[in-house]
């Protein structure tokens, strides 16, 4: 059997038709959505970007030992598990970030790459940029966002070097990549089986798209301070354009991301014609997810961050997405309301691709739940990012439970991104007999919060203080959560739970 897993970026389970009432128009991801089992209680486990895509690949929970990082020595990955049963992989995706330096062994095993350039900071354009030429959306995003740029110019200088020529909608990276997944398939659905691997930065930042995507969720009237990438990495730029931006602004950001999405769709449309053309859904199981969700700015005065992937991961960007297609189980719109992590993705394609899950460490496979075996599968799931707090949700309550600032966080790796002059080596993590490098990365502190998870908001208000009985069992349930995935040491103490 064939297997396609479509990972999109950044994408908001709240704006999706196939998960409930909205604003936005997602026709082909719908028309997956009644053909699949749609999972209800689907969480992201480590974020942001590559830490997902490390759980995702290869099923290990990765935000207790280390951030953004390579793939380790002693990591499976899917597409070697792939080629170990037979199949053809392919790799087709516009996410710069693998040819990056700090993101190594992600594509590397497949048989083929195909790789879309240009989007955000891809280093895929040198030519100057005249300051006349620069439009007044791209001196937005310069005006926030303080962080690198790889011609010194200004984030939004360099991403519009990127795009000035984008002037078709067939040329941006999205609809790039799903035209040319839809061809790949045209030349290799013959293939005895095969593993596709097809993933899209977008509906990721920066929120640029071009009519009528533009326009389909506003009055139509730009803001005079129009910025499509606002900032949210760097918390001094992030309060900043907080602190100026009215909310119009704020709207007009958000219906940006809404055209994006809906212009995601429109072009994984393609995909799914190209199979229906070849009558593939008879012999391929396809899972449809993402690394993590969007806060979208809900709430703009509750968190630090509020429109990006960090701590303390409310339900906006740590509920994501989940909708797999079995052809020997057709869902036909079947929902499941097991709780579901991450994790269990890797193991659910290893199944599927031949293999028994055996080698996701802590990944557990919903075969069982798309078999109709069961309706339970976890008691919790674990979402975080490396060095901050964790997050624990269970099928009633979420506890963000936060970092002392007294305990030094400590990065593993064979190949770490950062260095200390008081690294150590040595074999630190449970099951693993390779040596590893011991980084100290900090002190950071961070609060704590309690949330209900019914009835459902997009602004949760911490109820902390009001529920302490909660709050010290949903604690007690994290240090064994801890304990389960093997987490280095020093965890419990750094996170106050000694």
Same mark, same amino acid.
């Given at each position: 059997?064939?297997?396609?897993?479509?990972?999109?970026?950044?994408?908001?389970?709240?704006?999706?038709?196939?998960?409930?009432?909205?604003?936005?128009?997602?026709?082909?991801?719908?028309?997956?959505?009644?053909?699949?089992?749609?999972?209800?209680?689907?969480?992201?486990?480590?974020?942001?970007?590559?830490?997902?895509?490390?759980?995702?690949?290869?099923?290990?929970?990765?935000?207790?030992?280390?951030?953004?990082?390579?793939?380790?020595?002693?990591?499976?990955?899917?597409?070697?598990?792939?080629?170990? /049963?037979?199949?053809?992989? /392919?790799?087709?995706?516009?996410?710069?970030?693998?040819?990056?330096?700090?993101?190594?062994?992600?594509?590397?095993?497949?048989?083929?790459?195909?790789?879309?350039?240009?989007?955000?900071?891809?280093?895929?354009?040198?030519?100057?940029?005249?300051?006349?030429?620069?439009?007044?959306?791209?001196?937005?995003?310069?005006?926030?966002?303080?962080?690198?740029?790889?011609?010194? /110019?200004?984030?939004?200088?360099?991403?519009?070097?990127?795009?000035?020529?984008?002037?078709?909608?067939?040329?941006?990276?999205?609809?790039?990549?799903?035209?040319?997944?839809?061809?790949?398939?045209?030349?290799?659905?013959?293939?005895?089986?095969?593993?596709?691997?097809?993933?899209?930065?977008?509906?990721?930042?920066?929120?640029?798209?071009?009519?009528?995507?533009?326009?389909?969720?506003?009055?139509?009237?730009?803001?005079?301070?129009?910025?499509?990438?606002?900032?949210? /990495?760097?918390?001094?730029?992030?309060q900043r354009f907080l602190n100026e931006a009215n909310d119009e602004e704020i709207a007009w950001i958000r219906a940006q991301y809404f055209g994006k999405l809906t212009m995601v769709d429109q072009w994984l449309g393609r995909f799914f014609d190209a199979m229906d053309r070849h009558g593939l859904w008879d012999s391929t199981a396809v899972i449809v997810t993402t690394d993590h969700g969007h806060d979208l700015c809900y709430d703009r005065q509750r968190f630090p961050h509020p429109w990006g992937k960090q701590y303390p991961h409310p339900e906006t960007h740590a509920h994501t997405p989940l909708m797999v297609w079995h052809p020997q189980y057709p869902g036909k719109g079947r929902r499941v309301n097991a709780l579901t992590w991450a994790v269990d993705v890797h193991a659910t394609a290893q199944e599927l691709l031949g293999g028994a899950a055996k080698g996701s460490p802590h990944g557990r496979s919903l075969m069982p739940l798309l078999r109709g075996e069961t309706a339970q599968h976890r008691d919790w799931v674990l979402t975080g990012t490396f060095g901050t707090g964790a997050t624990l949700t269970t099928p009633e309550w979420t506890l963000a439970q936060g970092s002392t600032g007294t305990e030094t966080a400590y990065w593993y790796s064979t190949t770490p991104t950062r260095v200390t002059p008081d690294m150590t080596s040595g074999k630190f993590i449970p099951g693993v007999d390779i040596p590893q490098w011991r980084v100290p990365a900090g002190k950071p502190c961070c609060p704590s919060y309690l949330w209900r998870r019914e009835p459902f908001t997009l602004t949760p208000e911490s109820v902390l203080e009001r529920f302490p009985d909660v709050a010290a069992s949903m604690r007690d349930r994290l240090r064994a959560a801890i304990a389960e995935v093997g987490a280095p040491p020093e965890t419990l103490a750094r996170l106050g739970l000694v």
């Open positions: 059997m064939n297997t396609v897993v479509i990972l999109l970026d950044s994408l908001n389970r709240h704006c999706l038709e196939a998960y409930g009432e909205t604003v936005v128009c997602t026709p082909n991801l719908r028309r997956f959505g009644e053909r699949a089992v749609v999972f209800d209680n689907h969480y992201a486990g480590s974020l942001p970007c590559m830490p997902a895509r490390r759980e995702l690949f290869t099923g290990r929970c990765e935000f207790l030992w280390r951030g953004w990082g390579h793939v380790e020595p002693w990591d499976g990955h899917l597409a070697r598990d792939a080629k170990a /049963q037979g199949c053809t992989t /392919q790799m087709i995706t516009d996410h710069y970030h693998y040819w990056e330096h700090g993101a190594h062994g992600y594509f590397e095993p497949f048989d083929g790459v195909d790789f879309v350039r240009g989007h955000e900071l891809d280093m895929s354009c040198t030519a100057p940029v005249a300051e006349t030429e620069l439009p007044d959306w791209a001196a937005a995003i310069n005006r926030y966002r303080t962080g690198r740029s790889r011609n010194f /110019q200004g984030q939004g200088t360099s991403y519009f070097a990127n795009v000035r020529d984008w002037t078709d909608e067939s040329a941006f990276s999205c609809a790039q990549t799903m035209s040319n997944a839809a061809s790949w398939l045209d030349g290799n659905h013959a293939h005895e089986s095969f593993f596709l691997w097809l993933e899209g930065v977008d509906p990721h930042e920066p929120h640029f798209v071009p009519e009528p995507y533009r326009s389909m969720y506003t009055s139509g009237r730009m803001p005079e301070r129009f910025n499509c990438w606002p900032p949210y /990495q760097n918390l001094a730029d992030c």
